[in-house]
């Protein structure tokens, strides 16, 4: 459970029972989705459906941080892509920022929206180099970058910081934003299928259907392949993160551009102030064990096993260029995914985009998210991500029989591949092992006792409910 999680507002909102007509139909509500819905509050026929709990998909595992020093995300993309990029993305961040601060200002959100310095870090003199070279490039954005040492006891070489940046606590401003659209909102709505008919979106779900003419898709991975793609235009990261006390609130966060890469932020409350500690960041397909990994996070940043307060990891669409995709898919379906570990601003803007599209109206940055963009970068980056997506569907096969062996027991039935877990009170639960997104062998996340994809990142709970998309189906297994 995460920092954040502790406050979620699970009480839960309406589900859809009956069929539907809307004007605009938003799928997903995390950040991205929540605050598409936001900008359209005022019109008439928007309604946004969530398979769950507002807030409770990637957004409640974030570090929150909003932030326009990204790594050396710059640097990249003028070296990548080109200078006009680089100018155009840094801009559209900070605007992000603008954005997030204003809907907190006016809607009177106690987030704990704080401002602090945020820092980018080398422990490599190699990389020093890179480091100056986003310095000077953010230099001649007439941004005032500063070269002080790092004020936390990290081992930080050089380190880069700018003063315009924010931290939040991302769950309150959901939950405020749900409470502020309840009227608007259903939950545990899921939708499983979209079909174009017509000038009309039938969006199915699994008892109703509502039918759409403009639709945002903004749950966090598409649950659709076609006409997108985004199994090959982007792979999955997971990160780690561990929470502490501390005394002193040194007001900065802070990210490192090394190997191994951790990242730090405060939050402060009425209960304390808690250190936020990230590190272990891995492409999925590599799999890794969750509690060796959480181990690692501790040993990076010193944190004692008592001392320990959350404990989380979280999973994100890492695209070909680090940038996201938000834009049409077809003339009247929008989407806003690919965010790349930065969806606290992109998601926010994400949120005024689309919101401006589906109305028609002008919005800003098309080029820069469009999904149609075919920048080299992004383009080199396919054939790793289809290695990548084969390097996953074939050592997940393989890992059946290696994995877990003390407690799973796999086997076949009918030919599909199942296995049972039988958990610490010896009740025994079976699925297939399978999943139904795109044909991944399901790896068991042993901590939490899921059923993760290492592809595409669904999950599943140990009796097979699905909770986490792209996979719309459960992998229950009944005799
Ligand atoms: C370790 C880590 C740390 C991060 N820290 C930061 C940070 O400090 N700053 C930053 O800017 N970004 C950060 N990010 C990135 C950020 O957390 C995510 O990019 C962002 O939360 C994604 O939001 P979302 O709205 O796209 O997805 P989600 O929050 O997952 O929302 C999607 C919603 O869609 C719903 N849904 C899914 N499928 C369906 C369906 N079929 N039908 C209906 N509803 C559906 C889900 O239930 C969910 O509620 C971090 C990411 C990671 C992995």
Known sequence: MSLWDKKLNKDVLFSLKENKNVDILIIGGGIAGLTALYYLKDKKNVFLVDAGIIGDGVTKNTTGKLTYLQNTIYTDLVHHVNKDTAQKYLKSQKIAIDLAKSIIEKEKINCHLEKVDSYVFTTKPKEIKKLKEERDFLLSQNIKVSENALPINLPAIYSISVEDTYVFHPILYTNHLKDLLKEKIFENTKIIK???????????????????????????????FLPFCLPIKSHIEKSYILTRKVEKNPKISAITVSNPGMSIRYYEDESGIYEICLACSHKTSIHQKDTKNFKTVQKIFNIKEDDIIDAWSNVDIITGDKLPFIGNINKKLYIATGFNTWGMTNGILAGYLLSRKVL????????????????????????????????????????????????????????????????????????????????CSLIFNELEETWDCPCHSSRYTKDGECIKGPSTKDIKYKE
């Open 194 to 224: 979209l079909k174009k008919e017509k000038d009309k979106y039938i969006c199915f779900g699994e008892k109703i259907k509502i039918i759409a003419s403009k639709v945002i898709v903004a749950c966090h991975y598409p649950f659709f």
């Open 360 to 439: 028609e109206e002008p919005a800003p940055f098309e080029d820069l998210f469009s999904l149609k963009r075919n920048n080299f970068y992004q383009i080199k980056n396919f054939f790793p991500n289809i290695i990548n997506s084969a390097i996953s569907l074939i050592s997940s096969k393989k890992r059946e029989k290696d994995w877990y062996k003390s407690h799973l027991i796999f086997t076949k039935k009918n030919g599909k591949s199942i296995a049972i877990y039988t958990d610490k009170e010896g009740v025994k639960y079976t699925v297939f092992t399978t999943c139904p997104h795109m044909g």
